[in-house]
């Protein structure tokens, strides 16, 4: 059989190039300002609803009594005060924590759109393709929420039949779900995880297959689930080796990152560092940094100077594994079905472009 996932990586490889280079300013800041709200819709968005609501079934147990005065946590049978912490300010941060999420989330998610739609088309523009898409971005993160509600709901109840606490939360008398037999726990235990990883996966699909055929077929969230069905249908191997290859990809690209990042920071960090030295100088030493009016303005300044360029040099390597790795993605997707894929003709055959005469042939 074609493992389309591991062929893709090469497909990849040669559609970032093409896709990224030859190198221009306009296009780069373009993408990198993509990337930059992407952050969200590539990893935040496609867990929008199982992640958030997963964190509030985990967290259930911990605080057990939140009173307009004090907040209680549990101690063994008993409970106590949280010193310091107040009802009021943590509600406030919860329900602007959840505000700022719903509202910027599905922003995120159409700026993924637009990337897809960059890919399609091999030209980068962000205000035709947002307002084209936006209406798409919002079914495709109306259906990832309600993804994560369904299938959160499972957790939810394994959560408070292990921990009676919780019942209390939800208006439960203490004790009422408690002393469920070890057969029953586990029942409803394998049940939750079953339901809690088809959910998963549903919205690594959703986010990874669904998107893109979305984009490539100009069509809503359902009839891009029922494409992408009727081609993954009977590719469950395909499914699986792409899943495999997809984490190693990741964690490699992960890792690529987090060593460009701690190399940009070092180099930042030393600048910074001297640049601080020169100034204390003619304040008094470096003591005057803090203690002093102009130290109080020069500290803060090359604070926020270092950390916006440590943030500007990371940023294209961020931008090269981010676009290689929805290439990636994408690719795997033309592999299985290349209808589905929204991907430049210019893009898809960077690779056949390459291979010499005979190669071109032999393939053909």
């Known amino acids: 059989m074609s493992w389309h996932a591991v062929d893709a990586l090469d497909r ?30 590539t990893a935040g968005a496609s867990r929008v609803g199982a992640s958030n609501i997963g964190v509030s079934a985990a967290g259930v147990g911990l605080w057990t009594e939140i009173s307009p005065i004090r907040v209680e946590r549990v101690v063994g049978p008993g409970t106590e005060p949280v010193v310091g912490l107040d009802a009021a300010p943590l509600v406030a941060v919860a329900v602007g924590t959840v505000f700022v999420g719903v509202v910027l989330a599905p922003w995120s998610v159409a700026f993924r759109l637009v990337f897809y739609d960059a890919l399609a088309t091999n030209d980068v523009a962000l205000r035709r393709p947002l307002r084209d898409r936006f ?23 394994f ?23 070890p057969a029953a726990t586990a029942a409803l235990g394998g049940f939750g ?35 992408v069905w009727r081609s993954l249908r009977g590719s469950g191997a395909d499914v699986v080796a792409y899943l495999a290859v997809h984490a190693v990809v990741a964690t490699g690209v992960g890792t690529l990152q987090v060593v460009a990042v701690t190399v ?5 960090a030393a600048i910074a560092l001297v640049a601080l030295v020169f ?15 102009a130290g109080a303005v020069v500290l803060p300044t090359v604070l926020v100077c270092a950390v916006a360029a440590a943030a500007v040099l990371a ?20 592999g299985i079905d290349p209808e589905l894929a929204p991907l430049a003709s210019t893009l898809a055959e960077s690779d056949e472009r390459e291979l010499p005469a005979h190669g071109r042939e032999s393939t053909g």
């Not at 970032?16 to 990337?35: E, M, S």
């Not at 088809?198 to 100009?218: I, K, Q, S, W, Y």
């Open 12 to 41: 990849a490889v040669d559609a970032t190039r093409g896709f990224l280079f030859p190198f221009g300013a306009v296009r780069w800041v373009k993408l990198a300002f993509l990337v930059f709200v992407m952050a969200g819709g």
């Open 135 to 157: 209406r798409q971005a919002l079914a495709l993160f109306a259906f990832a929420t309600a993804l994560g509600v369904v299938t959160a709901v499972p957790v939810v109840a």
């Open 159 to 181: 959560v408070v039949a292990l921990e009676p606490h919780a019942a209390r939360v939800l208006g439960v008398p203490v004790g009422g779900l408690s002393g469920l037999p």
């Open 193 to 227: 995880v079953a339901i809690g990883a088809t959910g998963a996966l549903g919205g690594r699909l959703t986010f990874e297959f669904v998107a893109p055929a979305m984009v490539a077929r100009d069509v809503g969230v359902i009839a891009g689930w029922q494409s």
């Open 264 to 268: 940009a920071g070092g180099i930042v």
């Open 279 to 293: 100034a204390a100088v003619p304040l008094g030493g470096l003591g005057a940094l803090i203690g002093t009016t």
């Open 315 to 334: 940023l294209p390597v961020r931008l090269v594994a981010r676009t290689y790795l929805t290439a990636y993605e994408v690719s795997t997707l033309a």
